[in-house]
């Protein structure tokens, strides 16, 4: 390969990573270390193939610092200003770490590069940075819930502590005992538990569930359903917004043409001279 060679391959490398072709070939290589992540996890598989899972792993890695390395070399500053780049990069650098005796519990980390595709595939970014834009109204939606627990977790202990310790004796037991009812998991057995002694107290378990579960639940996802439509609407709005611009170009550039087509067709010499 000459160096004419070398300077057109190099100059189609941006557009190669912004092509279908390098987006299903990372899709694909991350799809195969997943299945390699899978087959570790399963022992009768794993140790008559131990050795070759390890170099497949290798190779995975290698072809991954390859690809960032060519990305930073291609982009220069502009990598820097692309906060997937960024997210690939610490997760690449990840998967580079010893993996020796001393670091044994690193090699869990393995399983953080199918993370990769979130950055990769558009339609998993777009739902991630939905979820990031619609974080700082979820912190108010999560102080509401916090301060609800805390709320019942007091009514809990003053009312049940005395009868059944183990769950709600002090603050710290019944916020445990109330988080559990919140994930709805094994609720109605803690419940049944508590009205032994206190038969009404159905009415304060289902009224923490309305409120905590149901309605708080319903105004995250309101939020976060909110938030990845407004920024739908605004991909929508920059792409018509460069649409306009590309026909406004269009005009221009016709109008010129058709500027120097008259200038020379006046220039031209009468054919009947």
């Known amino acids: 390969m000459n160096q004419t060679q070398l300077r057109t391959l190099w100059a189609d490398l941006p557009r190669f990573f912004k092509s279908r072709t390098y987006e299903f070939g990372i899709v694909a290589l991350i799809a195969f270390n997943a299945v390699l992540l ?24 290698f072809i991954f610092v390859i690809e960032i390395a060519l990305k930073m070399l291609t982009f220069r500053r502009y990598f820097w200003r692309d906060a997937w780049n960024w997210f690939d990069l610490i997760v690449v650098a990840i998967s580079v770490l010893p993996a020796s005796e001393a670091f044994a519990s690193l090699r869990a980390l393995r399983a953080l590069r199918l993370l990769r595709l979130v950055a990769v595939l558009p339609s998993l970014r777009r739902v991630v940075e939905g979820f990031l834009r619609a974080l700082p109204r979820l912190g108010s939606i999560m102080l509401l819930l916090l301060l609800l627990l805390f709320i019942f977790s007091v009514m809990g202990t ?7 310790p183990e769950t709600f004796g002090w603050l710290g037991a019944s916020a445990f005992s109330l988080f559990g009812v919140m ?7 803690l419940a049944r538990a508590i009205m032994q002694t206190h038969p009404v107290a159905w009415v304060f378990f ?24 407004s920024y739908t609407h605004e991909e929508e709005l920059e792409l018509e917004i460069q649409i306009l611009r590309n026909q406004e170009l269009m005009r221009q550039e016709i109008a010129a043409l ?16």
């Open 183 to 189: 994930t709805l998991e094994g609720w109605p057995d």
């Open 38 to 61: 899978a087959f570790e996890t399963i022992p009768s598989v794993e140790r008559p193939m131990g050795g070759l899972l390890e170099v497949l792993n290798h190779i995975i890695v």
């Open 158 to 164: 003053k009312l049940f502590g005395d009868a059944h």
């Open 258 to 273: 058709r500027s120097e087509l008259v200038k020379l067709r006046a220039g031209e010499p009468d054919k009947g001279e």
């Open 206 to 229: 289902i009224t923490f569930i309305v409120l905590s579960s149901w309605v708080v639940l319903n105004l995250v996802i309101g939020v976060v359903v909110d938030s990845m439509q």
